[in-house]
């Protein structure tokens, strides 16, 4: 138990005083003096607590009986209200089975288990005789190993050591292909015609009507067998038609567009959430996550948030039948930044 | 055929072939995108309204919009936008602006039935746009499967997947939709006022906007099967609830565990 300190008066409050020429030091004021509980000394309280611990066991009883209740009990007929019910049941019995053992227990502590203070003496960190006695036990271990001696032993043991982890590089390796350059290459090919999201409908030119925003997905994706929704979250893009005079598109891609029909990723090139909120009187684009807003109107220059790139956009036409179709892929790889990127 | 091929030659016959061709185009570009335009107006507006609407207009409106209703710095031009545009519009009490501000506010409607009518109706006579939606797309009979995925692609992103509404920039906010009268609802989509896009019926067809609407009247119906919804707001409200309730009943327990009993 160590030292037994029960705080008498001549342990506390000593303070040293400084003498001549002395550094000014604390001694160790001990601990305050023990103060008895109400249970300590009244018989009456300490059964009440008795019974107050015995409570708390006994709303762990309910609480697991209430489990079995609900488990049981409850018929489920197939509705969201009776499986909501036992939901609800469920998790408050076994909330309380647990929270009544664990006040039980705390409160049983508190009350009526004794609460001297002890303090207990660290112990020496380092002894000399102890540094000594393991030296020698890892100068017995080389000896009789013999690991100096048999030099053949030691060097086929390190290359075991060196060849042994690299089976877990075929092991990590094959969690996946390397991307390759599929961060760079969406679905969208040139012809490609932009179809509603999710109907697969394609779109006419003449449908777009000014200060309209249909969600798009390439033609195909939805008869994809196999990775579609990957390929779905890189080519997703949000066609919106403006008037054209508020488009202000840089030399060179002023035929992306079809009079005043411009077509965007929609993925952030912050972290690649959808940014697929566009206020059709201001044009801003915004990003959900992060609030990355882009302007419509200038190329979808970031003009607020994290987001470090322009969206990018995709080059439209329109075919024969007046449907709008991709000019070709996107010119750079969509979404957030990646090392390889460039 | 003689006569035909013999003119064939004639310094004319280019430019009429022309003009023909022209026509012709013409002619199937119109029928072809007819679909956007308002169809005929299925809430008749008689020559009375008109007047009495224009009345309204001229002591209620024009100030912003123009005795014409031909815009103004301070108010754009209504030609063309449709009933549908005045109905949603002055029906909800957004119009009449009480005051300027980033998006004008959801609010009592100032005018009663008869006299959003008469101002559709003198609108409407202004320009075809958008009619006021027929009643059967709005009984709440479509499929709710579908009207979910539909709102989940074009809607949910400002309003919020529970249709909760959400905070756009400035100021600006897509309201929640509870609540909101179905017809509205279609009224917004195809006239797409203030900051919302236009989702006119070639985007989204009729049907497909009956189902959205019946998705929306479905899960206003059945409510919350996940318990208290905290106003849907996603981690803003819940996160705010664990931080407080959540590490309150922690702080409280640890109170509780060092304490001295008495």
Same mark, same amino acid.
């Given at each position: 138990?160590?030292?037994?300190?029960?705080?008498?008066?001549?342990?506390?409050?000593?303070?040293?005083?400084?003498? &001549?020429?002395?550094?000014?030091?604390?001694?160790?004021?001990?601990?305050?003096?023990?103060?008895?509980?109400?249970?300590?000394?009244?018989?009456?309280?300490?059964?009440? @607590?008795?019974?107050?611990?015995?409570?708390?066991?006994?709303?762990?009883?309910?609480?697991?009986?209430?489990?079995? #209740?609900?488990? #049981?009990?409850?018929?489920?007929?197939?509705?969201?209200?009776?499986?909501?019910?036992?939901?609800?049941?469920?998790?408050?019995?076994?909330?309380?089975?647990?929270?009544?053992?664990?006040?039980?227990?705390? &409160?049983?502590?508190?009350?009526?288990?004794?609460?001297?203070?002890?303090?207990?003496?660290?112990?020496?960190?380092?002894?000399?005789?102890?540094?000594?006695?393991?030296?020698?036990?890892?100068?017995?271990?080389?000896?009789?190993?013999?690991?100096?001696?048999?030099? =053949?032993?030691?060097?086929?043991? =390190?290359?075991? !050591?060196? =060849?042994?982890? !690299?089976?877990?590089?075929?092991? #990590?390796?094959?969690?996946?292909?390397?991307? @390759?350059?599929?961060?760079?290459?969406?679905?969208?090919?040139?012809?490609?015609?932009?179809?509603?999201?999710?109907?697969?409908?394609?779109?006419?030119?003449?449908?777009?009507?000014?200060?309209?925003?249909?969600?798009?997905?390439?033609?195909?994706?939805?008869?994809?067998?196999?990775?579609?929704?990957?390929?779905?979250?890189?080519?997703?893009?949000?066609?919106?038609?403006?008037?054209?005079?508020?488009?202000?598109?840089?030399?060179?891609?002023?035929?992306?567009?079809?009079?005043?029909?411009? @077509?965007?990723?929609?993925?952030?090139?912050?972290?690649?959430?959808?940014?697929?909120?566009?206020?059709?009187?201001?044009?801003?684009?915004?990003?959900?996550?992060?609030?990355?807003?882009?302007?419509?109107?200038?190329?979808?220059?970031?003009?607020?948030?994290?987001?470090?790139?322009?969206?990018?956009?995709?080059?439209?036409?329109?075919?024969?039948?007046?449907?709008?179709?991709?000019?070709?892929?996107?010119?750079?790889?969509?979404?957030?930044?990646?090392?390889?990127?460039? | 055929?003689?006569?035909?091929?013999?003119?064939?030659?004639?310094?004319?016959?280019?430019?009429?072939?022309?003009?023909?061709?022209?026509?012709?185009?013409?002619?199937?570009? /119109?029928?072809?995108?007819?679909? $956007?335009?308002?169809? /005929?107006?299925?809430?008749?507006?008689?020559?009375?309204?008109?007047?009495?609407?224009?009345?309204?207009?001229?002591?209620? +409106?024009?100030?912003?919009? %123009?005795?014409?209703?031909?815009?103004?710095?301070?108010?754009?031009?209504?030609?063309?936008?449709?009933?549908?545009?005045?109905?949603?519009?002055?029906?909800?009490?957004?119009?009449?602006?009480?005051?300027? %501000?980033?998006?004008?506010?959801?609010?009592?409607?100032?005018?009663?039935?008869?006299?959003?009518?008469?101002?559709?109706?003198?609108?409407?006579?202004?320009?075809?746009?958008?009619?006021?939606?027929?009643?059967?797309?709005?009984?709440?009979?479509? $499929?709710?499967?579908?009207?979910?995925?539909?709102?989940?692609?074009? +809607? /949910?992103? +400002?309003? $919020?997947?529970?249709?909760?509404? %959400?905070?756009?920039?400035?100021?600006?906010?897509?309201?929640?939709? /509870? %609540?909101?009268?179905?017809?509205?609802?279609?009224?917004?989509?195809?006239?797409?006022?203030?900051?919302?896009?236009?989702?006119?019926?070639?985007?989204?067809?009729?049907?497909?906007?009956?189902?959205?609407?019946?998705?929306?009247?479905?899960?206003?119906?059945?409510?919350?099967?996940?318990?208290?919804?905290?106003?849907?707001?996603?981690?803003?409200?819940?996160?705010?609830?664990?931080?407080?309730?959540?590490?309150?009943?922690?702080?409280?327990?640890?109170?509780?565990?060092?304490?001295?009993?008495?």
């Amino acid at each position: 138990m160590g030292d037994h300190s029960d705080g008498t008066e001549a342990h506390s409050r000593a303070v040293a005083r400084a003498g &001549h020429g002395e550094v000014d030091k604390f001694q160790d004021p001990g601990l305050p003096p023990h103060r008895l509980r109400l249970a300590d000394t009244n018989p009456k309280a300490a059964k009440r @607590a008795e019974r107050q611990v015995a409570a708390l066991f006994g709303i762990s009883v309910i609480g697991t009986l209430l489990f079995f #209740f609900a488990y #049981f009990g409850v018929r489920l007929d197939n509705t969201i209200s009776t499986l909501r019910l036992q939901n609800l049941l469920l998790g408050l019995g076994t909330g309380f089975a647990m929270l009544g053992i664990g006040t039980g227990i705390v &409160h049983w502590a508190r009350a009526l288990m004794p609460d001297h203070e002890v303090s207990e003496e660290r112990h020496a960190i380092r002894t000399e005789a102890d540094r000594v006695g393991a030296e020698k036990i890892v100068g017995d271990i080389l000896e009789e190993t013999g690991i100096k001696r048999r030099p =053949l032993i030691r060097n086929t043991l =390190l290359g075991a !050591l060196v =060849l042994a982890p !690299l089976p877990a590089i075929a092991i #990590f390796r094959d969690l996946g292909p390397l991307p @390759a350059d599929a961060l760079r290459h969406t679905m969208w090919k040139t012809g490609t015609r932009l179809v509603r999201d999710p109907t697969g409908t394609p779109i006419k030119a003449a449908d777009v009507t000014i200060g309209s925003a249909y969600h798009v997905i390439p033609e195909g994706l939805n008869e994809l067998k196999e990775g579609k929704l990957e390929a779905k979250s890189k080519a997703v893009v949000l066609l919106m038609r403006l008037n054209p005079e508020e488009l202000h598109p840089s030399p060179g891609r002023e035929d992306w567009g079809y009079n005043g029909i411009v @077509a965007y990723s929609k993925i952030c090139t912050h972290v690649g959430c959808p940014v697929a909120l566009y206020e059709q009187q201001t044009h801003h684009l915004l990003c959900p996550c992060h609030q990355s807003t882009f302007d419509l109107t200038r190329e979808c220059k970031v003009i607020f948030g994290p987001a470090n790139r322009p969206l990018p956009q995709l080059p439209i036409k329109v075919d024969s039948e007046g449907y709008l179709v991709a000019q070709s892929d996107f010119h750079e790889p969509v979404g957030p930044s990646f090392w390889e990127r460039g | 055929m003689k006569a035909l091929s013999q003119k064939r030659r004639h310094p004319l016959a280019a430019i009429a072939l022309l003009l023909l061709g022209l026509m012709l185009t013409g002619g199937l570009y /119109a029928a072809a995108t007819t679909v $956007n335009q308002a169809k /005929a107006d299925t809430t008749t507006f008689s020559a009375q309204d008109t007047k009495e609407g224009q009345k309204l207009f001229v002591a209620n +409106c024009a100030t912003c919009h %123009g005795m014409g209703a031909g815009g103004s710095p301070t108010g754009p031009s209504l030609v063309g936008v449709g009933a549908a545009a005045v109905d949603f519009q002055v029906a909800t009490g957004r119009m009449p602006l009480e005051a300027n %501000g980033p998006q004008a506010q959801e609010k009592p409607r100032q005018f009663n039935e008869t006299q959003t009518k008469q101002l559709a109706g003198y609108i409407a006579s202004l320009g075809a746009g958008p009619a006021i939606p027929e009643e059967h797309y709005l009984d709440g009979k479509g $499929n709710a499967a579908t009207g979910g995925e539909l709102f989940r692609v074009n +809607c /949910a992103m +400002c309003h $919020n997947a529970a249709a909760a509404g %959400g905070a756009l920039t400035r100021g600006k906010f897509a309201p929640a939709l /509870a %609540g909101v009268s179905s017809q509205h609802i279609y009224e917004a989509m195809v006239t797409g006022p203030q900051n919302m896009p236009v989702f006119n019926d070639a985007n989204i067809t009729p049907d497909d906007k009956r189902d959205i609407i019946t998705f929306l009247q479905t899960i206003d119906a059945s409510g919350s099967p996940g318990g208290a919804d905290l106003g849907s707001l996603g981690p803003v409200s819940e996160g705010l609830f664990i931080w407080v309730a959540g590490l309150g009943v922690v702080i409280a327990f640890t109170i509780w565990l060092t304490s001295r009993t008495s």
